[in-house]
């Protein structure tokens, strides 16, 4: 999964949420893929967040067991140890909103936040 995973930090990088990393780890919703990378609170958040996951879901394609999920943690810029915000897709939604299966509305409806 190397090749995705360095397609998905890319992917990040091009959203302009860099410095971003790539972690793969046991999450509340599975073994998790997931996009890390900073923003402070505030109104730029919800875009980010949305942005991420659009495109962490884009490059998605390629995965497949054992990976349960997609999704980003968000982290504070200034105190890098602080998680703001937290959430996953299972990866079937994912790939149905890549493949235009689901819409944004259902892609969002799906999303849970995660430990």
């Known amino acids: 999964y190397q090749d995705v995973i360095d397609a998905m930090g890319r992917a990040l990088a091009g959203e302009g949420l860099a410095p971003a990393r790539i972690e793969v780890r046991r999450t509340s919703a599975g073994l998790s893929v997931l996009g890390v990378f900073c923003i402070d609170a505030g109104p730029d958040l919800s875009r980010a967040v949305t942005t991420a996951m659009a495109a962490l879901s884009r490059e998605a394609l390629p995965l497949g067991e054992p990976v349960e ?15 703001i915000y937290a959430v996953a897709v299972p990866l079937r939604v994912a790939i149905d909103f890549t493949n235009g299966d689901t819409d944004m509305a259902g892609f969002r409806d799906a999303w849970t936040l995660i430990q």
């Open 69 to 83: 999920a997609v999704g980003i943690e968000v982290t504070s810029c200034s105190r890098p140890d602080d998680t």
